[in-house]
């Protein structure tokens, strides 16, 4: 499987409210008062991370039917959170907060969205961006981030970019440099569809998912 095969998968997706209820789950509780209040001055910073969640959550889903996804990195409330240590090797370390972060030689190399591998040994890492518009010249930071991986595992690895809109009057020069792109439509403001009160005080397992495994199984 390809990052174009996960991306029609992605693209091709219904968000239904269990996906809704799972990715409002890893933002905090202020958060969730925020996402759902337009006029608060945070409001487009948390949308934005609540919709990295429901593309996190959309990519678990569409893995449960594809024997062709052999893992997901997990993120964000999913994750385990272990204090770093200086002596361990090169590799994946959580921040806080569930956040993918790569550190080599004790400092932090790369940030990163979303982590899959496929059946065919192919690392598909992701990108999801709320802007298209404002991520044109980043080219260089995605062949380094190809570079890392590739250092790190050795398999073939290719870029997935994930966005809230379709770009600009279809300009695609937004997405150069990766290897496919999926568009989430109305992925943004999906939260509307789920009432505030039935997210916003209630605590919500995992969502089942025989795919997810922690970053360092990845």
Same mark, same amino acid.
């Given at each position: 499987?390809?990052? =174009?095969?996960? %991306? %029609? !998968?992605?693209?091709?997706?219904?968000? /239904?409210?269990?996906?809704?209820?799972?990715?409002?789950?890893? !933002?905090?509780?202020?958060?969730? =008062?925020?996402?759902? $209040? %337009?006029?608060?001055?945070?409001?487009?910073?948390?949308?934005?991370? #609540?919709?990295?969640?429901?593309?996190?959550?959309?990519? !678990?889903?569409?893995?449960?039917?594809?024997?062709?996804?052999?893992?997901?990195?997990?993120?964000?409330?999913?994750?385990?959170?272990?204090?770093?240590?200086?002596? /361990?090797?090169?590799?994946?370390?959580?921040?806080?907060?569930? &956040?993918?972060?790569?550190? +080599?030689?004790? @400092?932090?190399?790369?940030?990163? $969205?979303?982590?899959? @591998?496929?059946?065919?040994?192919?690392?598909?890492?992701?990108?999801?961006?709320?802007?298209?518009?404002?991520?044109?010249?980043?080219?260089?930071?995605?062949?380094? @981030?190809?570079?890392?991986?590739? $250092?790190?595992?050795?398999?073939?690895?290719?870029?997935?970019?994930?966005?809230?809109? +379709?770009?600009?009057? &279809?300009? +695609?020069?937004?997405?150069?440099? =990766?290897?496919?792109?999926?568009?989430?439509?109305?992925?943004?403001? =999906? #939260?509307?569809?789920?009432?505030?009160?039935?997210?916003?005080?209630?605590?919500?397992?995992?969502?089942?998912?025989?795919?997810?495994?922690?970053?360092?199984?990845?």
């Amino acid at each position: 499987m390809s990052a =174009s095969e996960i %991306a %029609a !998968l992605l693209s091709n997706a219904e968000i /239904t409210p269990q996906y809704i209820r799972h990715a409002v789950h890893h !933002l905090t509780k202020p958060e969730r =008062s925020i996402l759902y $209040d %337009a006029a608060h001055p945070l409001h487009r910073s948390v949308s934005g991370k #609540y919709f990295e969640a429901v593309v996190y959550e959309l990519l !678990l889903g569409c893995a449960e039917h594809s024997d062709a996804i052999v893992s997901i990195a997990a993120k964000f409330s999913d994750a385990e959170y272990l204090p770093y240590d200086k002596y /361990t090797p090169d590799g994946l370390w959580y921040s806080r907060d569930g &956040g993918i972060r790569f550190r +080599v030689d004790g @400092k932090v190399a790369a940030e990163m $969205d979303l982590l899959v @591998k496929t059946s065919d040994g192919v690392r598909v890492f992701g990108e999801v961006i709320i802007n298209p518009s404002g991520v044109r010249g980043f080219r260089s930071e995605i062949s380094a @981030k190809k570079k890392l991986l590739v $250092d790190l595992y050795g398999d073939p690895v290719q870029f997935l970019m994930v966005l809230a809109e +379709v770009p600009p009057s &279809g300009n +695609v020069r937004c997405v150069e440099g =990766s290897d496919a792109y999926a568009v989430i439509p109305g992925g943004l403001l =999906s #939260y509307a569809q789920v009432h505030p009160g039935e997210v916003m005080k209630r605590k919500l397992s995992p969502s089942v998912s025989t795919k997810r495994v922690p970053g360092t199984m990845w």
